[in-house]
């Protein structure tokens, strides 16, 4: 069973900071991943993606891909109250997508 | 910018009714995708269709569930004999239109109630 694992958090941050969100993932065959976030009661909104290994920047955010210890991360600097919501990693092979269940993240004002 | 649209936003169905939700996708978007989510539970991914078939589908995606692209814009998810455990938010999704692991554009969502 190929599987995506988050921590499911709280992680709390303060306002100002920069928060890391981890993920781990089985499929070695994984070939891109996407960090989308997600309100309570909302859609997953694209965040980032990344599919080579190394860091990815956009704006205050960056991701980071490790395919030799399957690992990728989220890194939000300047942390905002609004970047409060679920995190959710998902790895793609083909045409199937898996997700992971999601970090919760908390911006302390 | 370009939106997936969903609809209906809420449609509740009595249990062993079926239900149609619709999508229309991104317009120059030539992947199409249906995922579920179970209140508090993760996004889990049902079907990927390509150039009209489906190119991958997980073990939630049984002879229940059907879906369509019945003309050029549309995208149905077609559950039939609905049982109380198909309550959800189901997702569309469209991504491309280039080949390929392109990242994928949420609608906002379909709430389905079996009652």
């Known amino acids: 069973q190929k599987e995506v694992e988050q921590n499911s958090g709280p992680l709390s941050v303060p306002e100002g900071a920069i928060a890391s969100l981890n993920c781990t993932y089985s499929?070695?065959?994984?070939?891109?991943f996407f960090w989308y976030r997600q309100y309570s009661g909302k859609s997953p909104e694209l965040i980032m993606f990344?599919?080579?290994?190394g860091d990815k920047e956009d704006g205050r955010f960056t991701a980071q891909l490790n395919k030799a210890s399957q690992y990728v991360s989220l890194l939000i600097r300047d942390s905002q109250p609004s970047d409060s919501a679920t995190y959710l990693c998902?790895?793609?092979?083909?045409?199937?997508?898996?997700f992971g269940k999601g970090t919760r993240l908390h911006i302390l004002p | 910018e370009p939106e997936v649209t969903q609809t209906p936003s809420h449609q509740v169905t009595q249990m062993g009714q079926e239900v149609i939700l619709r999508c229309v996708p991104i317009?120059?978007?030539?992947?199409f995708y249906w995922y579920r989510q179970i209140l508090g539970q993760k996004v889990e991914f049902l079907v990927s269709?390509?150039?009209?078939?489906?190119?991958?589908k997980s073990e939630i995606f049984d002879d229940q569930f059907s879906v369509e692209r019945p003309d050029g814009s549309n995208f149905t998810l077609k559950i039939r004999s609905t049982k109380l455990e198909d309550s959800a938010m189901y997702f569309c999704?469209?991504?491309?239109?280039?080949?390929?692991?392109?990242?994928?554009?949420f609608g906002d969502g379909t709430r389905l109630s079996i009652l």
């Open positions: 269709f390509y150039n009209n078939e489906i190119s991958e």
């Open positions: 999704a469209s991504s491309g239109p280039r080949q390929g692991n392109q990242p994928q554009h």
């Open positions: 998902a790895g793609v092979r083909n045409d199937k997508i898996i």
């Open positions: 317009s120059n978007h030539l992947y």
């Open positions: 499929d070695r065959g994984s070939q891109s």
């Open positions: 990344i599919y080579s290994n």
